[in-house]
C-alpha cells in the first residue's frame, strides 16, 4: 500500500523477500534532510554520513552530492563530484588543504573490503535530496582540485559504481514519515 507524502513524492511499504515489512525507497524518490537522517539514523550535516562507528562497525554509509554546480556554489563546496559514464566519482571529505584518510574517507576506504551499503543522495535543492540508489566503492584515487581558498590540493576519489534502485529500510525505521 502506497505511503504518499504531503508534497506528492511517493515512498512505498513492501516486504522483504524473508518476509520482513520495511521502507522501500526507489531511485527518483526526493527526502528532506530531516527525513534522511531520521531513516538512516545519520547527522544532518556533511557529504559523508554514516551509521555506527569504526570500532564497534558501521552499519551503512549516506553520500550527499551537489551535481551541475554553479560558480557560486563551487565556492562554498569545492567538491568536484561527476559521474563518468556509469561510474560516480565522489570527492572525499576535507575543504581546505590535503585531504587526509580518516573520518568519512576512512570509511569509505573501508567499504570495499567490508562491504557495508552506501546510499547516495543529489541535492536538488536547499534542504531536499533525490535519492540516487544503492552504490558499492570500486577503488579509489586521488587527483588535484582546489579548495575552497582557491590553492590547490590533493584529494581522494572514490569510483562508486551504482548496484542498486532502491533501499529496504528495517523494521526499526518508521514506516510513515508521519511518525518523524
Known amino acids: 500500500m502506497p505511503n504518499l507524502r504531503s508534497d506528492g513524492f511517493k515512498l512505498s511499504l513492501k516486504y522483504a523477500s524473508h518476509g520482513l515489512k520495511g ?8 527526502l528532506s534532510n530531516m527525513e534522511i537522517s531520521r531513516l538512516f539514523n545519520v547527522c ?9 562507528n569504526l ?9 550527499t552530492t551537489v551535481l551541475n554546480k554553479t560558480p557560486e556554489e563551487s565556492l562554498e563546496n569545492p567538491y568536484n563530484d ?25 570509511v569509505l576506504k573501508m567499504q570495499m573490503e567490508k562491504g557495508f551499503p ?19 566503492v570500486e577503488s ?19 569510483k562508486l559504481r551504482k548496484i542498486s534502485d532502491s533501499a529496504l529500510l528495517p523494521l526499526e525505521t518508521p514506516t510513515s514519515l508521519s511518525k518523524l
Open 23 to 30: 521502507m522501500l525507497i526507489k531511485a527518483g524518490d526526493v
Open 44 to 52: 544532518t550535516r556533511r557529504g559523508i554520513r554514516y551509521s555506527g
Open 55 to 63: 570500532k564497534s562497525g558501521i552499519r551503512h554509509v549516506v553520500l
Open 82 to 106: 561527476r559521474f563518468e559514464g556509469e561510474i560516480l566519482l565522489y570527492t572525499g571529505e576535507g575543504r581546505v588543504g590535503n585531504q587526509q584518510m580518516h573520518r568519512g574517507n576512512l
Open 118 to 136: 552506501i546510499f547516495v543522495f543529489e541535492k536538488k535543492s536547499p534542504g531536499r535530496y533525490m535519492f540516487l540508489g544503492g552504490f558499492k
Open 140 to 158: 579509489m584515487q586521488t587527483e588535484r582540485q582546489p579548495d575552497i581558498e582557491g590553492k590547490e590540493r590533493t584529494v581522494f576519489i572514490f
